[in-house]
């Protein structure tokens, strides 16, 4: 079946947009969550969704960063004004029941 | 606070050589343990988990490894590496206490493999 599915895969972007990543979870996975990974790192929780709430979102760096997921299924994470230290790349991952999570392939972030 | 720490930062083996890859974690309680592997341009695969019983457990692409309480280590073996496991290996712990089970991860093994 479909894996997680990530888009845009690569975003090049001006400090001080507003950018906006998508992520399609594995169909009938109640869990969704985001990471970020920077060069050379081990990937960073974020936050996390079960169904359309925001269970933990302990890990959004600062305000500037935001996600949500109406309807909760699809999920965007928004980060307004980016700085030059919001580049990395960007996982997101679903899960059944809690278990294992399966990332999808990332959105590369870039903010020149 | 939960921890995990991968020792060797880069490995490098010769093809068809045993691999032994290094995870220690901190945790209050026995922890869901993970190993993924990331590819060149390719996302987080996982590889193996440990959630309880057996303390010796089997993975996809003949890895294993073994939890072991007392040293606090979740280590990775292959009995023979192949070219094609060239890649990054991260160990992960999940916080089964509660409900979020977010993964706290290492900052990665790096494996070159000499053909």
């Known amino acids: 079946g479909a894996g997680v599915s990530q888009t845009p895969s690569n975003k090049v972007t001006e400090k001080g947009k507003y950018v906006e990543l998508r992520c399609d979870p594995i169909?009938?996975?109640?869990?969704l969550y985001w990471y970020r990974q920077s060069l050379g790192q081990g990937p960073e929780f974020l936050i996390y969704?079960?169904?359309?709430?925001?269970?933990?979102d302990s890990g959004l760096p600062n305000d500037r960063f935001f996600a949500v997921r109406p309807e909760g299924s699809v999920s965007t994470l928004k980060i307004q004004r980016t700085e030059r230290g919001d580049s990395a790349v960007y996982l997101c991952?679903?899960?059944?029941?809690?278990?294992?999570?399966?990332f999808g392939p990332g959105t590369r972030l870039t903010v020149l | 606070a939960q921890s995990v720490t991968q020792p060797d930062i880069h490995i490098t083996v010769s093809e068809g050589a045993s691999l032994e890859l290094r995870c220690n974690y901190s945790y209050g309680a026995t922890p869901y343990l993970f190993w993924y592997v990331q590819s060149p341009g390719q996302g987080l695969q996982l590889l193996l988990k440990y959630f309880s019983g057996d303390t010796l457990v089997q993975g996809i692409k003949g890895f294993e490894a073994e939890f072991k309480r007392s040293q606090s280590s979740f280590n990775l073996r292959k009995p023979s590496v192949h070219w094609s496991d060239a890649a990054e290996y991260f160990c992960?712990?999940?916080?089964?206490?509660?409900?979020?089970?977010?993964?706290?991860w290492g900052l990665g093994t790096s494996l070159a493999v000499n053909p």
């Open positions: 169909s009938g996975h109640t869990a």
């Open positions: 969704f079960q169904g359309t709430g925001a269970a933990d």
């Open positions: 992960a712990v999940g916080d089964n206490a509660g409900n979020n089970r977010k993964l706290i």
């Open positions: 991952a679903s899960s059944p029941r809690l278990v294992e999570q399966f």
